[in-house]
């Protein structure tokens, strides 16, 4: 057994083995011929190579002085990447005046040109021709007798007047040099190098037409005009250098021309012209490039929403109210390409119909409302991100809110780029041109459009009719309807439902959010009272026995024995106003559902706040038309004469209150009683039962005749004062006698008051 290993290897140890496989592995990585002073492109920018020190190999920027340093493997993955290039060799063709092309770029006529002079360069290294023998004993040497007669011989075979000896030794140069980095493209003549490159004018020229170029780049502005700020501006720094320089040095600076200005101006790409000269958006839009975006692997992950005024005109549920065109928010998931929800309303956007529409996005269907509809709407899950466009309804504080209590982000798409929800403007372009323009009452797009039709029709579809019709384009049409944006690969397209199906069976949905939580984020809140009727909103009755809970409670106030009652925070759901949400304050987290009195809940179950608002106003224009406003002013107006007339005079209190009691129509109610026949009175204290109309006429009497005495001292007292000697007696109408008069034969109540000495002026 000895003598079988004499012959093997000995065993190394494990830090051998490993130090041994380490040493082989660094001996098989290959090392660039990588020297001092060669140019090479790192990323895209010109650097040199500066020294090796053990495995990286470093280099200096020539524009900013960088210092890089990568490894051999490294450079090599770069070379892979394009993202590393040998350029020139030091003592080559020293710093290059230009980069070479690359091998994509070039042309026929270039490519025929490096193989002619390849021709060249292989039968002088070869030594023969492609058709004649090979020499063996020849070596390639640069010398005019061994490479000239070779030149001749390709010549005539290509039937061309052959090259100089120079150029082709150039051509030789460069092949050997490079032409195992760059191929073809070393032998290419880069005619755009060629030229002088200096400046045609001083730096003051190129200020002037820098200057100039601006002031064309804004809008309406002419090169001509332009151009004067060029010559302006030329003139200004003369003026400035002319203390410092003779007129033969000014006269040295030269003005550009017209024509040099006019090409300068020409030379800018389209698209600064119109970003300065028009504007930033006009631009991006002219000159815009459409991008495939990639789709989002799981169902809502990804939904984006838009709104859209529809060309149609609808009627309210009894038909004879026109109430306008409606408005239609819609959810559209990218990942599936499904319409996952959508709101329809009169009112302009706002943040209660976003709401309105992600609720029913994130719920599923009822479908029992659509009996036409067959297909199943499968869609409902959680929101993971909402694209929305600038919208202020979007991007308020509301919905923000709204955002963190759902637990979505809200990412804004740029403003006026409508393409980055292209597939949601081409729903509703669809929608337009497949439905909606197809029914009786529609307003087409534009007024252009309207005039090439002499009659649309009057509308004659109601909400809910016309979202009949909306539902079953979305869901029986839309969803099983192709779309080239799907798919694995883009353009070929899928079937949005087929897509969902596919997505959901794989990846499951989230919790949903209580009902209660929209209602209080897109609800209406108000506090109200509680009345006898119930509560009264926007002129509607809600009533419960369960407000009993409320106003039975010991802490309940109201008007009748407060002065202030209590009120009470309610909400309403603006899609339905047929109920009510009640906070009951005395038992914290019980919320009160009240709907609408019975005589109201028809009408308001279901019906959106704004067609109530509606249907309120044109009730009120009704009531408004009805009344003749120019008799009733004429009325009030002859009742403020009269009012005016009278208390121009001097009169008593007591006239005053009798005149406001016939004016508000507040009549005395009369006293029912019997007259019961009675001696006189003993004591004359009238404690005993009088005949009320003897008693009545005897006071009648005595305050007539206090009355008199009264007004003729008044009289006596006024009249020194006065210049007339005596006052003017007071003349009452004959509307107001019963009111004025002192006819107490028919007042029982003046009776008993006099009898019991009660006084009708105040002390007075």
Not at 707 to 728: C, D, I, M, Q, V
């Amino acid at each position: 057994m000895e003598a079988q290993f004499m012959n093997a290897p000995p065993l190394l140890s494990q830090a051998g083995q490993s130090a041994s496989i380490a040493h082989l592995q660094r001996a098989m990585a290959p090392r660039f011929d990588l020297r001092s002073g060669d140019l090479v492109c790192l990323h895209g920018r010109n650097c040199v190579t500066d020294r090796r020190l053990d495995d990286l190999v470093y280099f200096t920027d020539l524009k900013n002085k960088d210092f890089h340093f990568y490894t051999d493997t490294q450079l090599a993955f770069l070379s892979s990447t394009g993202h590393f290039q040998f350029v020139a060799g030091r003592f080559v063709y020293g710093k290059p005046r230009g980069p070479i092309p690359n091998r994509i770029t070039l042309t026929d006529a270039q490519i025929a040109e490096a193989d002619r002079k390849l021709a060249y360069i292989e039968a002088c290294l070869d030594g023969h021709l492609p058709d004649e023998d090979e020499n063996p004993f020849y070596e390639f040497k640069k010398s005019r007798p061994v490479l000239e007669p070779i030149i001749q011989r390709v010549a005539s075979s290509r039937a061309e007047k052959g090259c100089h000896f120079n150029t082709v030794l150039d051509w030789i140069d460069r092949w050997i040099r490079l032409g195992e980095i760059y191929g073809k493209s070393a032998l290419v003549n880069r005619h755009y190098l060629k030229g002088n490159r200096t400046p045609a004018f001083d730096p003051i020229g190129e200020i002037a037409i820098e200057r100039g170029l601006w002031r064309w780049l804004t809008p309406k502005m002419t090169t001509e005009m332009a151009y004067a700020k060029v010559v302006s501006t030329v003139n200004a720094y003369k003026r400035k250098c002319r203390r410092h320089l003779s007129e033969t040095e000014l006269q040295l600076i030269e003005t550009p021309s017209l024509r040099t200005f006019q090409r300068r101006c020409s030379q800018i790409d389209k698209y600064t012209r119109d970003y300065y000269r028009k504007d930033p958006h006009y631009a991006n839009r002219v000159h815009r490039i459409y991008r495939k975006q990639a789709l989002p692997e799981r169902p809502y992950q990804f939904v984006e929403t838009d709104h859209c005024t529809l060309d149609i005109v609808l009627l309210d549920k009894t038909g004879g109210l026109r109430l306008g065109r409606p408005d239609l928010i819609i959810l559209r998931c990218r990942a599936t390409g499904m319409v996952v929800g959508y709101s329809i309303g009169w009112e302009a956007p706002s943040y209660a119909s976003l709401v309105a529409g992600l609720r029913h996005a994130m719920y599923p269907k009822d479908m029992s409302k659509f009996p036409a509809v067959t297909e199943p709407w499968p869609c409902w899950g959680r929101i993971e991100n909402l694209g929305v466009d600038n919208a202020l309804h979007f991007i308020g504080d509301d919905i923000r809110e709204a955002a963190r209590e759902l637990k979505m982000d809200k990412p804004r798409f740029r403003p006026r780029c409508p393409w980055l929800k292209g597939a949601l403007e081409r729903f509703f372009g669809s929608l337009n041109t497949g439905l909606v323009h197809h029914i009786v009452g529609t307003t087409l797009s534009n007024p252009a459009e309207r005039k090439d039709h002499d009659d649309l029709g009057e509308p004659t579809l109601t909400l809910d009719e016309f979202e009949a019709l909306l539902v079953y384009w979305i869901v029986m049409i839309h969803n099983r309807h192709g779309s080239k944006g799907l798919g694995v690969i883009r353009g070929v397209g899928d079937i949005p439902i087929r897509v969902w199906n596919e997505k959901a069976a794989v990846y499951p949905a989230g919790p949903l959010p209580p009902p209660e939580l929209f209602v209080a984020l897109a609800g209406e809140w108000e506090m109200r009272t509680i009345q006898n009727d119930g509560i009264v909103w926007d002129y509607l009755t809600y009533e419960s026995p369960a407000l009993l809970t409320l106003t039975t409670h010991p802490h309940h106030r109201s008007s009748r024995e407060h002065h202030e009652p209590t009120r009470y925070k309610c909400c309403r759901d603006p899609e339905d106003i047929g109920q009510l949400y009640v906070i009951d304050p005395y038992n914290p987290g019980t919320i009160l559902i009240v709907p609408a009195t019975a005589s109201q809940l028809a009408y308001a179950k279901g019906r959106h706040r704004h067609a109530h608002d509606v249907v309120v106003a044109e009730a009120k224009r009704k009531t408004k038309d009805a009344i003749d406003f120019d008799e009733l002013m004429k009325a009030f107006g002859r009742l403020g004469d009269a009012l005016a007339s009278i208390r121009a005079k001097r009169e008593q209190k007591q006239i005053h209150r009798r005149l406001a009691r016939y004016i508000g129509n507040q009549h005395r109610e009369r006293l029912a009683s019997a007259v019961v026949p009675c001696l006189a009175p003993t004591d004359g204290s009238g404690s005993q039962h009088l005949d009320p109309i003897a008693a009545g006429k005897s006071m009648s009497l005595n305050a007539a005749q206090t009355g008199a005495a009264a007004n003729a001292t008044a009289g006596r007292a006024t009249s020194a004062e006065r210049t007339s000697a005596s006052p003017e007696p007071m003349v009452v109408d004959a509307d107001f006698s019963h009111a004025l008069s002192g006819a107490d034969t028919t007042d029982d109540l003046a009776a008993l008051k006099a009898k019991k000495n009660w006084s009708t002026s105040d002390g007075e």
